[in-house]
């Protein structure tokens, strides 16, 4: 009787963590402005940095042949952003994780620990009108420990097309992509993103923020891909301090159910 049980946990515990790892790689790629996922074709300017130290706090159930999980994630990522040039910007960032998954209030995974670094070069190639366009190529090393479930245990590469069009008091802004995600953990390789933001400048430094997107399903037994909506502000503290407040929704059942955002942005 006792060795069918230890099966299905084995089993489930197996699912729980592939969903939490998946939540955790989305989280560990470097988007735009915090909180949006969605990034911009603005750039830096040549010689100026950017530090955002950002967090994120996710939840997410799950259930299969009626046994609950539940996962829980964090991270706080570090991107250093530096103007090479006015249209071209240095991208690194750095993210530290944590991750539990309980089945029946049992843990059964809990981990932290350094995630895989992505650096990045932001391209913007067009602007006129309103209107920029850049390309932002990467390669994400892997620092993180991919037997933890921390990383993917391989070099991968990603590159994406960015969108922005200032109409003020808006901003649109929309990526489309491609991950390689070279990996030791039996997931797809082969991932695409497509995402839609806007800004709205409420009041003079408060912009009110919203953001759509979908992107493949990297669990390989997965059914659908993970879809969210998120909303936020983003208010300007100071000329060179900004804050970022979110909420991130999961429309699918891929996506996590729940994440809440914050993070600031420091330019010099």
Request: net charge negative.
């Given at each position: 009787m006792g060795r069918p049980v230890v099966e299905g946990k084995r089993k489930y515990r197996a699912?729980?963590?592939a969903v939490l790892c998946a939540v955790l790689f989305v989280a560990s790629v470097a988007w735009g402005s915090h909180p949006?996922?969605?990034?911009d074709a603005e750039t830096q300017g040549k010689g100026k940095f950017q530090l955002e130290a950002n967090g994120q706090y996710d939840f997410d159930k799950e259930t299969l042949n009626g046994v609950t999980a539940e996962s829980t994630g964090a991270e706080v990522m570090t991107v250093l952003s530096y103007g090479l040039t006015d249209t071209t910007d240095l991208v690194l960032s750095l993210p530290y994780q944590w991750g539990r998954v309980k089945e029946g209030g049992l843990t059964v995974y809990d981990e932290k620990g350094i995630s895989d670094t992505t650096f990045e070069v932001k391209w913007r190639f067009f602007e006129e009108d309103g209107l920029m366009l850049a390309l932002k190529p990467g390669l994400i090393f892997p620092t993180g420990n991919e037997a933890k479930g921390l990383g993917a245990g391989k070099v991968g590469y990603q590159a994406f097309l960015i969108g922005t069009k200032v109409a003020d008091p808006w901003e649109f802004h929309?990526?489309?992509g491609y991950i390689g995600y070279?990996?030791?953990?039996?997931?797809?390789?082969n991932i695409w993103h497509a995402s839609l933001a806007a800004e709205y400048e409420l009041f003079e430094k408060l912009d009110l923020?919203?953001?759509?997107?979908i992107e493949r399903n990297r669990f390989k037994e997965g059914s659908g891909h993970p879809a969210f909506l998120l909303g936020?502000?983003?208010?300007?503290?100071?000329?060179?301090i900004s804050l970022g407040l979110g909420v991130k929704y999961g429309l699918t059942?891929?996506?996590?159910?729940?994440?809440l955002l914050a993070g600031m942005a420091f330019r010099f």
């Open positions: 699912v729980g963590v949006l996922v969605t990034d929309a990526n489309v070279e990996n030791k953990v039996d997931q797809e390789k923020v919203a953001n759509i997107g936020g502000v983003e208010y300007e503290i100071a000329e060179s059942a891929a996506e996590i159910d729940w994440s």
